[in-house]
């Protein structure tokens, strides 16, 4: 078989996130649960029961959508096959009717179950030889799902978040033509900005699926919006699934952005973060030196820098020039004079900064007494040129 050339998107593949456990199992439904899923192959008749099944969708019968998600139900350990053309062509009726009867399934259950319904036909056009018609699914399905997104119900919006998790990552079992994949790309980026709104549902449980599905996209240029979320200030859960997330993803969730987090008011946080830091590589003895200087008391977070000369397993320039930055003037003003005889660029550079713009007028004369030092003695600072200098004219070669 000829090997599938990959789609050059913006989302490079990933594994996706988990289906929701026994999402498809409608209670109340008034389908057979013992219906065999054989039942629902594609017959040679003019109207198979998967033409039936697109029909009853159609009409928002829940009792369709209880046996088409059976049908979609993946056996264990067995391989998905290909569709045929003939197939694929009722598959597709099938999403349409789902498409067309979204809305007016009754309850939130059954509208996540669409939801992931309609995830797991797009999956059927994963496998190869995945027929050409496969872009027909795309429309449908990017209406469902941004039908879902919006639903009043906070399960509905993150069933279908975990659903477009599995999205990201999704491509035809084909090799594809230039225009095809452009207009994957652009399927898929379009969902992008909708998720990334999601930050700000009202529910925190529709907060967290947000953050989850942006994790599960490979670059972190996409992904980061999601890291402003660590400082929700009403949601543990939603500060803990960032940590969780991102928590292999180093460039995102930065060792200082996780210490913060060992003095987090909800409970298990403060733990969960110093297993985050340690699984980082970083010592029992970092680990307390950072909390000191993540403290929430400005005089904790004082105190601890005339401790950085006594680790050496720690750069004191890192630290002087965050605990520059500190919004206690206490914690500037006692940085500031930790860097008397630095010599570092960066030191420098931050001094001068402190000097001139400083709110404090107490850390600016501080770091301007220390700039001043800076200056080898006697020396004056350079005048310019005057008119008519030999450094004003050029030189004949």
Same mark, same amino acid.
């Given at each position: ?5 990959r ?7 990933l594994? &996706? ?12 439904? &008034?389908g057979?649960?013992s219906?065999?899923t ?10 198979? @029961? ?7 969708l ?18 264990p ?16 009726? +099938?999403?349409s !009717?789902?498409r ?14 669409a939801?992931t319904?309609?995830q797991?036909?797009? /999956? ?5 030889p995945?027929?050409s018609?496969?872009?027909?699914a ?6 469902i799902?941004?039908? !879902? ?8 919006r ?5 659903a477009l ?19 994957l790309?652009?399927?898929k980026?379009?969902?992008h900005?909708?998720v990334v709104?999601?930050?700000? /549902?009202r ?10 599905c942006?994790?599960?996209i490979?670059l ?6 999601a ?8 949601s ?10 991102f928590?292999n993803?180093p460039a ?10 060992l ?15 340690k699984?980082?590589g ?14 929430p008391?400005p ?15 720690? /750069? @004191? ?9 500190d919004?206690?003037e206490?914690v ?11 010599t /570092?660029?960066?030191?420098r550079?931050?001094l001068?900064?402190?000097a ?12 301007s007494?220390l +700039? ?5 003695? !006697?020396a004056?600072a350079?005048?310019? @040129?005057? @008119?008519g200098?030999a ?7």
């Open positions: 078989m000829a090997s599938r050339r789609t050059t998107l913006v989302f490079p593949g594994i &996706g996130l988990a289906a929701t456990a026994g999402l498809f199992t409608l209670p109340g439904c &008034g057979s649960a219906t065999p054989a039942a629902l192959v594609p017959a040679a008749a003019s109207r198979s @029961p998967l033409s039936t099944l697109a029909d009853r159609r009409g928002s019968e829940v009792d369709a959508l209880a046996t088409l998600a059976q049908a979609l139900e993946k056996t350990n067995v391989a998905a096959k290909a569709v045929s053309d003939a197939e694929a062509a009722e598959w597709l009726d +099938v999403l !009717g789902l067309a009867g979204y809305l007016k399934f009754p309850t939130p259950h059954s509208r996540a179950v939801v319904a309609a797991h036909i797009l /999956d059927k056009f994963a496998v190869e995945a027929p018609t496969w872009l027909q795309l429309t449908p399905v990017r209406d799902v941004c039908t !879902g997104l919006v639903d009043r119900d906070v399960n509905v993150a069933t279908t978040l975990a998790g599995k999205v990201w990552s999704w491509y035809p079992g084909r090799s594809l033509i230039d225009v095809e994949e452009t207009t790309s652009d399927w980026n379009a969902f900005g909708q709104a999601q930050r700000g /549902d529910d925190p449980k529709g907060r967290a699926a947000a953050i989850a942006l994790a599960a490979p972190d240029t996409l992904a980061a919006p890291i402003a979320c660590l400082e929700d200030p009403t543990g859960a939603v500060r803990h699934q960032v940590l969780a997330s928590a993803r995102l969730l930065t060792e200082e952005l996780i210490l913060k987090h003095h987090d008011p909800e409970a298990g946080i403060p733990q969960f973060a110093e297993i985050l830091l699984a980082r970083l010592s029992k003895d970092q680990i307390a030196l950072g909390r000191l200087i993540t403290s008391k005089e904790i977070r004082a105190s601890v820098i005339p401790l950085l000369k006594e680790h050496d397993e720690v /750069d @004191p320039v890192v630290w002087l020039l965050q605990l520059s930055r919004a206690d206490l500037r003003t006692r940085a500031v004079e930790a860097m008397i005889g630095k /570092d660029t960066e030191i550079d931050r001068r900064e402190m001139s713009k400083d709110i404090s007028p107490a850390v600016r004369a501080a770091a007494k +700039v001043a030092d800076l200056r080898p003695a !006697g004056t350079a005048l310019p @040129p005057l @008119p200098s450094s004003l004219t050029p030189k004949a070669n």
